[in-house]
């Protein structure tokens, strides 16, 4: 990357010489910063052609900087390099109290400097991908997450294993739930020092009920970092220590009741494919990329920085009361604008929502606390989102519709004005039934047609196409053009949109190439395929 902004390295310990190694790959390693003489040394010797200084009062103008000192210091040096008008990357965490972080956000924001924080498993592979199966339903409704950091050494006095170790799940958590958690308790274990726990528990509460626990350790007999996904329709394991190939695993595991009895039902699990990349190189590239052009949104900006080390302070503060609980405290969460999110004024969208880049929420519209829609999306005007729906990427949700838990919606699913979804098979008034939410899912591409009505605990495939008033009262198959009430298969329509020239049902394998776009298909009994 020859026309990569320079950047100068403050800190040249350990994990600096990682982020020295890949900015330098990446070409945009310029001078390095370290108050000790052996660490200057070393980084002369390895890199010969950078600048080498002793005080981060000699880093130039000109230069973005990333900030890899002990942990005590990161606060003060963000604050003196943003006040000087530098673009910040600072090693997690961004500071060792959160009462520390809003006046860096607030020079980050006076200056218009980015200020990124390293919160590395952001920008893994496994964790960019799991946050997008979550996000499009593939899990369900999240229940229960754990996540193990844990190894032998390496030892620290200036921090505790929590600050050391849990940054980095306290980060995918919340990406991953969407919002902070109501309640944190933490316990530890003082071994090797009496005031420095080697290990520690830290439980998460959410107020949707959803738990979460977090082990770390630096005096265990081996190395573990395993993240567990429980999901209503599937768990997820992402396991950093496994071959690339077996990193993420899902697993669709159910549970039947028998005679009042939960039995388990096991599957085997399926590896997700990932792309090969070291994180800490991706990592590098978002900040060269976000000090090239401040505008674009940063998954580990300074606010992403603050609400951690809210959570972290939580649990420091119950791990020093023996593990009472502390209640969490509401942080002033960024604009929807700020977020990259179009919210019209008349809408009302819940500040525990979870809404991606681009989309844009339209007149009279109301989004609840928990519900997840992806990026690029559109709800039109009175559309409603409960809490427990989940929206894909692109999605478009036309006027006066009602997305209610249990319902899922592929990416670039489209809902026609005025359609129904329902989550209770059988509803009563004076009957209570939160508890028996049927799952509607929704395939990605899919049509559903004006005033057409989808009767709970049924599956629309892929790009399937739902007439305008059909009434679906079981599942529909993939590429299926279904009409009438009930609904029934009366076609089949290719991925753009265009109905096939094939009938409902082909006794012979037939075949039809799309008029629009030229794709072939082809049609066994009632099961369509696209064939090459």
Known sequence: MATSPGVALVGFGPWGRNIARNLHRLGALHTVCDPDPASRALAAKEYPNAT???SEQGVAADLAVAIAAPAADHARLAAYFLGR???VFVEKPLALRVDECPALLQLAKENGRVLMVGHLLHHHPAVIELDRLVRAGSLGRLQYIYSNRLNLGRFRREENALWSFAPHDIAVLLRLVGSLPARVSAIGSC???????DSTVTHLLWENGLIAHIYVSWLHPFKEQRLVVVGSEAMAVFDDQQPWADKLVLYRHSVEWKAGVPQPRRADGQSVALIQDEPLEREMRAFLSAVADPTQPIVAD?????????VLGAAESSLQSGGLPVELGRLEPPSWADRGVYVHPSAIVGTRAVIGTGSKIWHHSHVMDGARIGANCSLGQNAFVQSGA???DGVRVQNNVSIYDGVQ???DVFCGPSCVFTNVSHPRAAVSRKSEYAKTSVGRGATIGANATIVCGNTIGRFAFVGAGAVVTRSVADY????GNPARIVGWVCSCGETLALPAKADAARTANCAR?????RLNGQSLEQHD
């Open 52 to 54: 080498i200084i002793e």
């Open 85 to 87: 008008g530098h673009h």
């Open 191 to 197: 071994v090797l020092h009496p005031k420095i726990a």
């Open 302 to 310: 300074g606010a992403e920085g603050q609400r951690v080390l809210a």
């Open 390 to 392: 989940i929206l894909g």
């Open 409 to 411: 919606l592929g990416d």
């Open 480 to 483: 299926a053009l279904v009409v």
């Open 517 to 521: 776009c030229a794709k072939q298909w």
